[in-house]
Nanobody
């Protein structure tokens, strides 16, 4: 069984920064994709940023130029650096991993609140 744990959320003022982490434990022999998603109240969950097995990254238009997804050498931890945060970035942020036999796992989510 694979478990994901997100951390790094919190309350920040507009223009501030946060760094989210997604750690993984369990038997992982291949990681195909790791994505950061967010869900604001009353809205659908949306992809914010992701990184594939070969290191290719992709970003939602709202994240381009402000957010950066990266991973450590083991690929067990994936980060989302968020800069120039805006109130509309307020949401619960989730990590999703596609691993092994294309199994999908979600973390429990971490709250990000951008408010003055």
């Amino acid at each position: 069984q694979v478990q994901l744990v997100e951390s790094g959320g919190g309350v920040v003022q507009p223009g501030g920064s946060l760094r989210l982490s997604c750690g993984a434990s369990g038997h992982i022999f291949r990681t195909y994709f790791v994505g950061w998603y967010r869900q604001a109240p009353g809205k659908q969950r949306e992809l914010v940023a992701g990184v594939t097995q070969d290191g290719t990254t992709n970003y939602a238009d709202s994240a381009k130029g402000r957010f950066t997804v990266s991973r450590d050498n083991t690929q067990n931890t994936v980060f989302l650096q968020m800069n120039s945060l805006k109130p509309e970035d307020t949401a619960v942020y989730y990590c999703k991993r596609t691993v092994n036999n294309y199994d999908i796992y979600w973390g429990q989510g971490t709250q990000v609140t951008v408010s003055s």
